[in-house]
């Protein structure tokens, strides 16, 4: 079977930045199968990025290489990141966007060696797309670094309870179509209270009219604020940080 690597950045397509890396990438690992996960994140956001990570680095098969970057401290003195967990392998910037793989008990962490040669702003393709090529090549992580101790964990935020009895959660992240992604793990029968409305938790954006508000439990299982054919987070004006509370 073909090495698989995968590629998620903030860099877009329109610049090329995504075909240097995979220029680096096919040139070492002739015949390796490239998968574009999204160039399309916003811009410097870490920590959707780090909720995007956690969606897929495990729906691929064991050996996957996938290469993650969303570099707001590029050429700074913040680690690079090679990481083997849970039969895959994650190479990235040490910022939190890795952070899905850290999490998972036996994670072997490298700080990758950065060349002399590399580009001070562009480590995807100077640092992490050599270090990706290696590893669908079968080098074992530890030949790519020395160990990392300390690497930066971000966590989802948990929700508490308060006096009410009530769960008091937060927006997490805001997608493409809008939807507002909580911290609330979803439930049937329960309500959700969100800018100064109280709306049942939907099973399908089809229970709600055109325009609607409602919530729904998005494919993670978490909480989502939705409005059918519409965009939650503009109509409510809501942003990350943004409190929701489930009742």
Do not use: C
């Not at 090529?133 to 790519?144: H, I, N, P, T, Y």
């Not at 009530?166 to 609330?184: P, S």
């Not at 494919?219 to 409190?243: C, F, H, K, M, Y």
């Amino acid at each position: 079977m073909a090495p698989i690597i995968t590629l998620l950045t903030d860099f877009g397509t329109a610049d090329g930045y995504v075909g240097e890396m995979k220029g680096v990438l096919l040139t070492e690992v002739p015949g390796a199968t490239v998968v574009d996960i999204s160039h399309e994140l916003p811009a410097h956001e870490v920590e959707i990025g780090r909720l995007t990570v956690a969606r897929y680095w495990r729906r691929f098969p064991p050996g996957t290489v996938h290469v993650a970057v969303v570099d707001p401290g590029v050429g700074s003195s913040r680690a690079a990141l090679a990481i083997q967990s849970d039969g895959r392998f994650l190479v990235g910037p040490d910022n939190g966007l890795l952070s899905p793989a850290l999490l998972i008990g036996g994670a072997r962490v490298v700080a990758l060696s950065v060349p002399t040669h590399a580009s001070a702003t562009f480590h995807g393709r100077d640092v992490f797309a050599p270090a990706a090529a290696q590893l669908a090549r079968g080098v074992e992580v530890g030949a790519l670094g020395s160990p990392a101790n300390d690497p930066i964990v971000r966590r989802t935020p948990e929700p508490h309870r308060d006096t009410s009895g009530d769960l008091v959660g937060e927006a997490i992240a805001v997608d493409r179509f809008g939807n507002v992604i909580t911290n609330l793990v979803g439930m049937r029968g329960g309500r959700v209270v969100v800018a100064g409305r109280e709306i049942p938790v939907r099973r399908t954006y089809a229970e709600l009219e055109t325009g609607e508000v409602g919530a729904v439990v998005g494919s993670t299982g978490l909480i989502e604020i939705v409005v059918r054919e519409g965009r939650a987070s503009d109509i409510l004006a809501l942003t990350r940080g943004a409190t929701i509370v489930l009742r």
